[in-house]
């Protein structure tokens, strides 16, 4: 008998054995119809006792009828419809190629249809602006030659009264007098064309429309085709430690406008903001030496003198706990509703930034210094090679919570190494210089009547939950959107006074301070 190496496996027949399993030698001439397994005839009084058997030449024709069957269905069927399949698969992989190259060109040549359309646009509205010009000029220096003629009559009358009054005879007296009563009428100022350009602040959509539908299959979606929804970002990854799972923040889209929330007047001057986790701020004033916690509706919630002038506050994101920086060149922490020295610098700190890391970022003049909560330094800005300090004067500094990069409003004042051009300094973590924003795209921005643009003039600087920067442009008296790149994306508000202060609190509400005490709550984005 066959049997298996494995003691209690079933014994098998392997194809093309023609000797039976069970017994050895023996030739395998019957078939079981019970068992549907070939035996021999000895198999008949022991593994197959009384199955029902056949001869097995007599399942030999039935077979070749089956093999025959099979043989011609596959030819005539089966491997002709495959080779219809191969040839069917290579005109889709033509068709596939030919599309995509069809849809490009065609999407290529819709773009450059765009750009000769925006371009012939372009030189249509600026020859209209040539023309008006021109048009202008004329009507101007007609208008100026009008008053300079006029002007030279009045002083030629002017000339004659007097002589008239000194020596002129009664007739001349009277001539004189009924010529200025009937002197010429100062020339009609002329009506000049005029014109406006309000640029589109949210040119998205219209763009996509112009451009046309994109539309694809669903086969298609979650396999890296970015979607175009206006003002969509694609979930950004959030740093994990080791053994953490990936998290990602949620899908962020910028809303068609700025929502202002609400709106309030503080009872006290303020130079910066800290949004609390509950709803409410912490301000400061750096002329002042008290710290105001305020509610939504500007409400002093609590009051925390301390011995000498504040100059900048920050709220610690792993604490939430208040740190200050004064003028007596001492760091102190809001503990108990008292502010609890911790260390002091050497050097009069201008603006302060408690990190996630724990540590504490101190701007000072010509350099920003990394410290431990004990005031141990980490690190400091590095030489730049060039002379000028990598930030010259710092006035306010902002952590991302996505790259932990560093953002710092630098007003780069001439008599500490700058160049007088305010500008704003993002560097990674270790003070190595990513970026200068300095604001120049932002006079594209500016309608008709501040085309020439007031100089970009930051005040405040804070990331957003998505690595965004939001900034406060004091002389333009705006906040503006820009990437964590330093790509401008749009003016989020403008407000008839200028931008002092900015923060933004966990769900991306911006709190805004225009003209010292005036503050806005400002929502421009959605989750």
């Known amino acids: 008998m066959a049997v298996s190496n494995y003691k209690g496996q079933i014994p098998f027949r392997v194809k093309g054995q023609t000797s039976c399993i069970h017994h050895k030698g023996t030739c395998l001439d019957v078939y079981c119809e019970e068992c ?18 056949c001869d097995l030449r007599e399942m030999t024709l039935q077979k070749k009828q089956d093999i025959q069957s099979f043989v011609n269905k596959t030819e005539k069927v089966d491997l002709v419809q495959i080779d219809q399949y191969i040839t069917s698969t290579d005109k889709h992989l033509k068709d596939n190629t030919s599309n995509i190259e069809k849809l490009s060109h065609q999407l290529k040549t ?18 209209l602006y040539q023309q008006m010009e021109e048009d202008n000029t004329k009507l101007l220096q007609t208008y ?8 030279t009559q009045l002083k030629h009358q002017v000339q004659e009264c007097k002589i008239a009054l000194q020596r002129g005879s009664d007739i001349q007296v009277y001539d004189t007098g009924h010529e200025i009563q009937s002197s010429a009428t100062l020339p009609v100022k002329p ?15 219209h763009l996509e429309q112009a451009f046309g539908e994109v539309n694809t299959s669903d086969q298609c979606q979650g396999q890296g085709l970015l ?27 910028l809303l068609p406008q700025t929502k202002v929330l609400g709106e309030l007047i503080s009872p006290c001057d303020i130079t910066s903001v800290c949004p609390t986790t509950d709803g409410q701020v912490w301000t400061s004033y750096f002329y002042s030496n008290t710290l105001t916690l305020l509610d939504r509706k500007g409400q002093v919630i609590q009051e925390v003198t301390h011995h000498a002038e504040i100059i900048d506050i920050s709220l610690s994101p792993t604490t939430n706990t208040l740190w200050v920086c004064d003028k007596e060149n001492n760091i102190t922490e809001l503990v108990s509703g008292g502010l609890v020295h911790i260390f002091s610098t050497r050097k009069t700190p201008q603006c302060i930034c408690i990190t996630a890391s724990n540590h504490v970022i101190v701007g000072m003049a010509k350099h920003l210094s ?10 400091t800005t590095p030489a730049t090679g060039t002379g000028k300090p990598l930030v010259c004067r710092p006035y306010r500094i902002s952590e991302c919570p996505v790259t932990h990069n560093v953002a710092v409003v630098d007003f780069d004042n001439k008599n500490q190494g700058g160049e007088g051009k305010p500008r704003v300094v993002v560097m990674d973590t270790d003070f190595k210089e990513l970026f200068v924003y300095d604001g120049e795209v932002l006079h594209t921005y500016q309608p008709p009547s501040q085309s020439e643009g007031e100089r970009f003039n930051p005040y405040g600087v804070v990331y957003d939950s998505v690595g965004n920067l939001v900034i406060g442009d004091f002389n333009n008296k705006s906040v503006v959107l820009s990437s964590g790149c330093g790509e401008f994306l749009r003016i989020l508000h403008k407000d008839g006074y200028c931008a002092y202060a900015i923060g933004v609190d966990k769900k991306d509400v911006l709190w805004v301070v225009f003209g010292v005490n005036k503050v806005k709550l400002l929502q421009y984005s959605s989750v």
């Open 36 to 53: 549907k397994e070939l035996a021999c005839m000895k198999c008949l009084s022991t593994v197959h006792q009384s199955h029902t058997v």
């Open 110 to 127: 819709q773009t450059n249809k765009l750009k000769h359309d925006l371009d012939l646009l372009t030189v249509q509205t600026l020859s």
């Open 144 to 151: 100026k030659q009008d008053l300079e003629m006029y002007s």
């Open 191 to 205: 009506t000049l064309c005029t014109a406006s350009f309000s640029p589109n602040q949210n040119p998205q959509g």
């Open 227 to 253: 979607g175009s929804s206006t003002g969509q970002r694609l979930p950004s990854t959030q740093h994990r430690s080791k053994g953490e799972k990936e998290l990602t923040s949620p899908v962020y889209i």
């Open 370 to 379: 990394k410290l431990t909560t004990k005031g141990k330094l980490v690190c």
